[in-house]
């Protein structure tokens, strides 16, 4: 296990180490690198829910909260990139970047193994079997590969994106929002829906485009390039990355639209509803759709039924009730412990706990 901490009332506190690995860019011996390399020094940091709001809120939240709790001594992001890197958010979570799995296990040898470890995607597979006996695993499979199946294996536990995934060492994974600053508003609706996705062929911006070609329906795509896309005789509009603030983006839409059908379980599918916004999510998306209740958050619907079934959203949305159901079932703060709660009965030793 890796070293732990002790507060003052002699209190374990742990070091956590959240992985959401893109794949190898190179690889490439870094143990001159990292047997040198010295940490840059902690600053203060943000809470939770004071952070700026941007991109991994729900990556980052479990150990943010365990910093919030003073439970955690440490909690580091680690990526992939063209160039290695230790640097903190304004959360307090240390970022690291890595040129492959080699230049991991160097820095492993370096500061030693975490004792919480977090890994989302399969990128992070071959790390989770090189910890084995060494730390608390958590995996969170995301959009599975053929070769994992529906079986679960290769961590303590796991948080997963469909109930036919759930077995005796997982539950459901709901990606955490920050409702402090996305919730609903009063303002002006200026629009019918808004999409919230990049546009790669499985986020399925054709078929949307396709549904609402040659209708009344307005609605906004971000981020994407408009030049990317066939909008003829569509009311749509586009943005980029920073060309619009999405909280009032949400906030100025009547409706949001899910269409991705090679996808899993997208925080953004999530914070639209947190935003107070009904849902329509393709049926034949491959994980998240518990984010669906009918009538409550939204709709599921069959890619030929698309444009209907938001027809049939817009004329009912005031009876829909996403925040409301969204603060009982999933509060930030209580999904968090919920985690906690079952990686403990799972085998992690909480801080505290001892």
């Known amino acids: 296990m890796g070293m732990s901490q002790h507060c003052d009332e002699g209190r374990s506190l742990v070091k956590v180490v959240i992985a959401d690995f893109s794949f190898v860019v190179q690889c ?24 700026p709001y941007d991109w991994g809120f729900h990556i980052y939240s479990i150990g943010v909260h365990l910093l ?10 680690w990526d992939y990139d063209s160039q290695r890197s230790t640097s903190y958010l304004a959360n307090g979570v240390l970022r690291v970047t890595f ?19 977090v890994n989302y995607g399969p990128a992070g597979r071959p790390l989770l079997q090189r910890l084995e006996g060494r730390c608390f695993r958590v995996h969170v499979p995301c959009l599975r590969t053929r070769q994992e199946g529906v079986d679960n294996f290769g961590a303590e536990c796991y948080l997963v994106d469909g109930e036919e995934f759930l077995d005796e060492r997982s539950m459901m994974y709901v990606p955490v929002v920050n409702t402090r600053a996305i919730r609903p508003s009063a303002c002006e609706k200026r ?26 329906l307005t609605g906004h795509l971000h981020p994407v390039d408009a030049s990317s ?33 090679d996808t899993s379980n997208p925080a953004a599918m999530w914070e639209c509803v947190a935003a107070g916004l009904p849902l329509v999510v393709n049926a034949d998306i491959k994980g998240g759709k518990h984010v669906v209740v009918p009538g409550v958050t939204g709709e599921l619907a069959a890619p030929d039924r698309f444009r209907e079934v938001m027809q049939q959203a817009l004329a009912n949305r005031d009876r829909y009730r996403p925040r409301e159901y969204f603060e009982q079932h999933w509060d930030t703060e209580t999904m968090l412990e919920s985690y906690l709660a079952f990686f403990t009965r799972m085998g992690w030793t909480r801080p505290g706990s001892s």
Request: no cysteine; aromatic share 12%; net charge negative.
């Open 68 to 77: 919030d709790k003073g439970l955690a001594t440490e909690v580091e992001y």
């Open 99 to 117: 040129l492959g799995l080699e230049d991991v296990f160097h820095y492993l040898e370096r500061y030693g193994e975490p004792d919480l470890f």
């Open 229 to 261: 896309l066939d909008l003829s005789d569509t009311r749509v509009t586009t943005s980029q990355w920073d060309e619009i603030d999405v909280v009032e983006l949400l906030q100025s839409s009547r409706i949001a639209v899910y269409p991705a059908d």
């Open 28 to 51: 490439m011996d870094g143990s001159g690198y990292w047997a040198t390399h010295r940490k840059p020094e902690p600053r203060s940091r943000r809470s939770l829910f004071e952070q």
């Open 191 to 216: 629009r019918d829906f808004v999409y919230l996705a990049s546009n790669y062929a499985g986020k399925r911006h054709d078929l949307l485009l396709d549904a609402v070609r040659g209708t009344t």
